[in-house]
């Protein structure tokens, strides 16, 4: 299944990373990377991906994605890189 | 409920088809040593053990809907009131709710009540994990059962 970047999508993403987290939203791009450029520990995480469920009606795989990424199988950048981060999200919000 | 070995829980009333929601039953002892510090004199069952009640409460529920193959660790409170004084000897009915389950944490709402009065309520959220060991799993599913709790 294929999806692209929303923009509409992002920014609601940015406002849960900035209303959960020290980050500013100034400072969240499509190109950051949530862990190493934004700086969100695994609890902070843990608090944002509840909200996005919530939001939009999802359940990310986040233990599945971890998998791959520790398996070698995927880079971890397809998942927590903002823009790749959104398009996971339009990903499960067509697939729900 | 035996305070000094964190058994919170008496029994498991009911828990839903869609385990979903939780009933439990903890009668507070009328003596323990922890009485004898919380406090000299004038007993009271803490606040920071109801909550631990309301988070073994939404464990068993949590057991229960993975099928005893994921263990639900505390990691969250949130919004936690405790609302009026807890003597012992008072038999208290400890209920949870599922908020959220996501992939590899849960959240649910808890309550305990005291006849019609709410005792306590609060957020909790949990990482769900695989057993560390496979005999952890055996003594949580045995005793989980003693408790009512159906695998």
């Not at chain 1, 900035?18 to 969240?28: C, G, P």
């Not at chain 1, 995480?45 to 009606?57: P, Q």
């Not at chain 2, 040593?33 to 631990?52: K, Q, R, S, V």
């Amino acid at each position: 299944m294929t999806a692209e970047f929303n923009q509409e999508t992002f920014d609601a993403v940015a406002e849960i990373i900035a209303d959960l987290s020290e980050v500013d939203k100034s400072e969240i791009t499509p190109e950051s990377h949530t862990v190493n450029d934004l700086g969100i520990d695994s609890l902070e995480f843990l608090d944002i991906v509840f909200d996005i469920d919530k939001k939009f009606g999802i359940k990310m795989p986040v233990e599945q994605w971890m998998e791959e990424v520790n398996e070698g199988t995927r880079d971890g950048d397809d998942f927590f890189v903002m823009k790749n981060l959104v398009i996971r999200i339009e990903e499960l919000r067509a697939a729900a | 409920m035996h305070i000094e070995y964190f058994q919170l829980v008496d029994r498991v009333e009911t828990i839903d088809a869609d385990r979903e929601h939780v009933t439990c039953i903890a009668t507070v002892p009328e003596s323990s040593t922890i009485f004898e510090g919380h406090f000299p004199g004038h007993p009271l069952m803490p606040g920071t053990l109801l909550i631990e009640a309301m988070a073994q409460t939404s464990g068993y529920m949590l057991l229960s809907r993975f099928d005893f193959d994921r263990l639900p660790f505390l990691i969250q409170v949130a919004r936690a009131r405790i609302r009026t004084f807890v003597e012992p000897g008072t038999e208290l009915v400890v209920k949870g709710a599922l908020e959220h389950d996501g992939s590899g944490f849960a959240v649910t709402n808890g309550e305990i009540l005291r006849g019609e009065e709410r005792v306590a309520d609060a957020e909790l959220r949990f990482r769900t994990m695989p057993f560390p060991t496979d005999d952890l799993r055996d003594i949580v599913r045995e005793y989980a059962s003693r408790l009512g709790v159906s695998s």
